[in-house]
């Protein structure tokens, strides 16, 4: 890894899927919780070989048995290296990078990039859930088994405007839908009673009508005031497909984050290790977003001023499997306050006050 790093920083690159400077930037701030005693047995890893190590197993998902002959390091002692280094990664960044808002003016902040970003008011966060594939846990029966025919826990996330996870629940089984993992949460039970922050209702720009603040996810989640999904009814107004446009285009940015993480880190294994595993790529993946966005930039999807949708590049690798058509719970129900909300989205997205100059030519007529 030093000859690499001195004489080839591009391979250096490649084969850790991130910089030298991010590289340094994250073992100096994790070196003091890697570092072990020295005793008469044996001297201990030094911290920049573990950090590498375990960088190195979460990008190309290699086995520690195959991984312990390039290494020189047994498999056994390469485990417990990586989940010391998950630990240390995690325990450091995770209240700077992946902590989600406690106070209004936080959401604020969130909702404020989907207008200037995605040109969508009142939204905090896009949510979705993905399957994670691992082995199949033993007498487990079918509760890890998906619809898609192989074995995984749910990765269900809420992602800001600039692809960067808010929160992440990893507690679901594969046959789960992620609308149940959703209205089984923590993170709903505060929406609900308000414990979570939200700022109070304002107006769509240019608009008179105060509006609650919300998430956007698809169709198998409930509608409500603070859940918005697009029309789902099978003949729509054109109206109501502006709208379905205009909330996609806020609702990508998760299937975008998803795509990156699959694209950059592998992963497959029991749910007992994956977990963490999952949480320290979703912490990774955020700091070089706030920290090295350019090194993703050219995987995102984007548009131009014309709204032209220009796919990124994950689209072109591994990425995970989608279970939005998943529905085995039944439809999700709407309520009267979510529908007034969407109702009021549909008029401002083809009112002069709301409407974008593109998204005529977007929708089918």
Same mark, same amino acid.
């Given at each position: 890894?030093?000859?690499?790093?001195?004489?080839?920083?591009?391979?250096?690159?490649?084969?850790?899927?991130?910089?030298?400077?991010?590289?340094?930037?994250?073992?100096?701030?994790?070196?003091?919780?890697?570092?072990?005693?020295?005793?008469?047995?044996?001297?201990?890893?030094?911290?920049?070989?573990?950090?590498?190590?375990?960088?190195?197993?979460?990008?190309?998902?290699?086995?520690?048995?195959?991984?312990?002959?390039?290494?020189?390091?047994?498999?056994?002692?390469?485990?417990?290296?990586?989940?010391?280094?998950?630990?240390?990664?995690?325990?450091?960044?995770?209240?700077?990078?992946?902590?989600?808002?406690?106070?209004?003016?936080?959401?604020?902040?969130?909702?404020?990039?989907?207008?200037?970003?995605?040109?969508?008011?009142?939204?905090?966060?896009?949510?979705?859930?993905?399957?994670?594939?691992?082995?199949?846990?033993?007498?487990?029966?079918?509760?890890?088994?998906?619809?898609?025919?192989?074995?995984?826990?749910?990765?269900? !996330?809420? *992602? /800001?405007? %600039?692809? &960067?996870?808010?929160?992440?629940?990893? =507690?679901?089984?594969?046959?789960?839908?992620?609308?149940?993992?959703?209205?089984?949460?923590?993170?709903?039970?505060?929406?609900?009673?308000?414990?979570?922050?939200?700022?109070?209702?304002?107006?769509?720009?240019?608009?008179?009508?105060?509006?609650?603040?919300?998430?956007?996810?698809?169709?198998?989640?409930?509608?409500?005031?603070?859940?918005?999904?697009?029309?789902?009814?099978?003949?729509?107004?054109?109206?109501?497909?502006?709208?379905?446009?205009?909330?996609?285009?806020?609702?990508?940015?998760?299937?975008?984050?998803?795509?990156?993480?699959?694209?950059?880190?592998?992963?497959?294994?029991?749910?007992?290790?994956?977990?963490?595993?999952?949480?320290?790529?979703?912490?990774?993946?955020?700091?070089?977003?706030?920290?090295?966005?350019?090194?993703?930039? !050219?995987? *995102? /999807?984007? %548009?131009? &001023?014309?709204?032209?949708?220009?796919? =990124?590049?994950?689209?072109?690798?591994?990425?995970?499997?989608?279970?939005?058509?998943?529905?085995?719970?039944?439809?999700?129900?709407?309520?009267?306050?979510?529908?007034?909300?969407?109702?009021?989205?549909?008029?401002?997205?083809?009112?002069?006050?709301?409407?974008?100059?593109?998204?005529?030519?977007?929708?089918?007529?």
């Amino acid at each position: 890894m030093v000859e690499l790093r001195r004489e080839d920083p591009g391979t250096f690159k490649k084969f850790l899927r991130m910089s030298t400077e991010m590289y340094d930037d994250i073992l100096g701030r994790v070196r003091h919780r890697l570092v072990k005693q020295h005793t008469r047995y044996r001297e201990p890893f030094d911290p920049g070989l573990k950090l590498a190590a375990s960088l190195r197993h979460l990008v190309s998902g290699v086995k520690y048995s195959e991984m312990q002959y390039s290494w020189r390091v047994a498999d056994n002692t390469l485990s417990v290296v990586v989940r010391d280094v998950m630990h240390a990664i995690c325990e450091e960044y995770v209240d700077e990078v992946m902590t989600a808002p406690s106070a209004p003016e936080g959401w604020r902040q969130l909702a404020d990039g989907f207008l200037k970003n995605w040109n969508f008011p009142n939204c905090v966060a896009a949510i979705d859930g993905k399957p994670i594939a691992i082995r199949n846990p033993a007498s487990s029966g079918f509760s890890y088994y998906n619809y898609k025919g192989f074995f995984s826990i749910i990765l269900l !996330a809420s *992602v /800001d405007s %600039d692809y &960067k996870f808010v929160w992440c629940d990893l =507690g679901g089984y594969g046959s789960s839908k992620d609308a149940k993992i959703y209205n089984e949460s923590e993170f709903l039970e505060m929406v609900q009673d308000g414990s979570i922050g939200f700022p109070d209702p304002q107006l769509f720009p240019n608009d008179t009508v105060e509006m609650p603040f919300f998430l956007v996810g698809d169709d198998a989640f409930s509608l409500s005031e603070n859940m918005q999904k697009p029309y789902g009814h099978r003949v729509l107004t054109r109206d109501e497909r502006i709208l379905n446009y205009r909330l996609s285009r806020a609702r990508r940015v998760s299937e975008n984050a998803f795509g990156i993480l699959a694209n950059r880190f592998q992963m497959n294994h029991s749910p007992s290790t994956v977990r963490p595993k999952v949480k320290t790529c979703c912490i990774l993946h955020n700091l070089m977003r706030i920290k090295y966005p350019t090194m993703q930039n !050219a995987l *995102v /999807d984007h %548009d131009n &001023k014309r709204g032209d949708l220009f796919t =990124g590049k994950w689209r072109n690798g591994r990425n995970l499997e989608d279970i939005r058509n998943l529905n085995i719970n039944g439809p999700q129900h709407s309520n009267q306050k979510g529908n007034m909300v969407r109702n009021t989205l549909m008029h401002w997205v083809s009112s002069p006050a709301g409407c974008v100059p593109w998204q005529d030519r977007m929708v089918p007529h």
